[in-house]
């Protein structure tokens, strides 16, 4: 498969609703303080091609605190404090490798992206200080066309749905030609709920080594 996101991207940047979330976002940008910067809305799709994709780990919306979001979802530049939802997947993936005292740190996570782990946001804007400030703005009408183009285009995805927006995502997945994963978000709110002790980073790996992939190394 050697589909790039411009072959879809471009076409779903002509459709009207499309157009609206840019007219709505260059006034928001020019009026608030919106997250992330402009040229990284789009980071994710920059970092991971279309055909390069091993694993989709869906978040919510952007981090909305100053110099905090920068189109990964969940990560953050280095130099950034790590945020505490952060803290919770370093944790869960520390006690998953069983790697006690192993420490992180900054809190970018660009080498996951450049391993084939799409870090999307079912949200890709936010004002800052207002979390979901952008949720009726579009976004998750493109984002359900980007999770459907990569159901319907690529073999084999791992998905890791952590909190209740991303597992909204789950009708639009294949789950014959896809594995899947559910869990609680990550958040300090509902870390307990579920998703401390999900294993999903080694289990992620154990599929993608039975299946011929390139398993992720997490702690790069």
């Known amino acids: 498969m050697n589909k790039k996101w411009c072959d ?3 076409k ?32 994710a799709f920059y970092m991971t091609e279309l055909s390069d994709i091993q694993v989709v780990i869906l978040g919510q919306d952007p981090y909305f605190r100053s110099k905090q979001a920068h189109g990964l979802a969940f990560s953050v530049p280095c130099g950034i404090k790590i ?10 993936l520390i006690n998953d490798y069983n790697k006690k005292g192993y420490i992180f740190n900054n809190g970018c996570l660009m080498n996951w992206a450049k391993q084939g782990v799409f870090l999307l946001n079912t949200i890709l804007t936010v004002e800052s200080g207002k979390p979901f400030s952008h949720m009726h703005l ?9 999770i459907s183009i990569i159901s319907k285009h690529c073999i084999g ?8 927006a991303a597992q909204k995502k789950k009708i639009i997945i294949d789950e014959s030609k896809h594995f899947l994963f559910t869990a609680s978000h990550p958040s300090p709110f509902s870390a307990n709920r579920g998703f401390f002790g999900c294993r999903h980073f080694s289990k992620t790996n154990n599929i993608l080594c039975a299946i011929g992939g390139r398993p992720i190394n997490w702690f790069l």
């Open 8 to 10: 879809f991207l471009n």
């Open 12 to 43: 779903e940047k002509k459709k009207k609703y499309f157009i609206n979330i840019i007219k709505h976002l260059n006034i928001l940008y020019c009026n608030k303080k919106i997250y992330p910067k402009k040229k990284n809305i789009f980071k």
């Open 83 to 92: 945020p505490p939802t952060l803290k919770n997947i370093y944790r869960e």
């Open 138 to 146: 579009g976004w998750s009408m493109f984002t359900d066309k980007v």
């Open 157 to 164: 995805v791992v998905f890791l749905l952590w909190g209740n």
